[in-house]
């Protein structure tokens, strides 16, 4: 997790990379860009819990021997939602809003696995009975996402072609590095 200068809120706000999860109590900004990667963006507002999550796979493949890595939706939400508990979040008073799954990567072996991803989201989000209040899924572009802890404001910024996911990732990485 790094922190960095927002040059759009101009606040100073926390990068979350893909297999990251961040959660915290402060009222900051988490900040992500997802092609057909998924973020879940969880807040508990009596709580005042939130936390962001941001994986690549729904899950790990029989084969692989990685996983416990919060690259993978199964590991990153449970990771997620411990974090929240352990600072006091309860299950009965989350609210979700889950965003990515872009069709970014046509024409390969995994082009269909944005909806895989949405789809795994919003599953477990289910089954755990957690409501979502919030979505901005699917389409054929990337994504930035601005998440506001406090008030549970998601700010989405459309990112039109692959390149640009990478290259709008790269920057906010680089952003304030000397």
């Known amino acids: 997790m790094r922190r960095i200068a927002d040059r759009i809120s101009g606040r100073q706000a926390h990068f979350v990379e ?3 999860v961040f959660v915290t109590k402060e009222d900051t900004v988490a900040i992500t860009i997802l092609g057909s ?4 963006c969880l807040r508990d507002p009596r709580a005042g819990v939130a936390g962001m999550n941001h994986f690549l796979l729904p ?3 029989a084969s692989n021997g990685d996983r416990g890595s919060t690259r993978y939706g199964v590991r990153a939400t449970e990771a997620l939602l411990c974090r929240m508990l352990a600072r006091g979040a309860s299950i009965a008073g989350l609210e979700a809003k ?3 799954g872009g069709a970014v990567l046509p024409g390969t072996s995994v082009s ?3 909806r895989a991803n949405v789809s795994f989201a919003l599953q477990e989000l289910e089954k755990l009975g957690i409501p979502v209040v919030g ?10 996402l601005s998440f506001f802890t406090r008030s549970g404001t998601v700010e989405v910024r459309a ?7 990478l290259t709008t990732a790269n920057n906010e990485w680089n952003w304030g590095k000397s």
Do not use: D, N, W, Y
């Not at 990667?37 to 879940?40: P, Y």
């Open 18 to 20: 893909a297999g990251e």
């Open 37 to 40: 990667c998924v973020a879940m």
């Open 59 to 61: 899950s790990a493949v």
């Open 98 to 100: 889950v965003f990515g």
């Open 112 to 114: 269909q696995l944005h």
């Open 135 to 144: 979505r901005e899924t699917g389409g054929k572009r990337g994504r930035r």
């Open 159 to 165: 990112i039109q072609t692959p390149a640009q996911v």
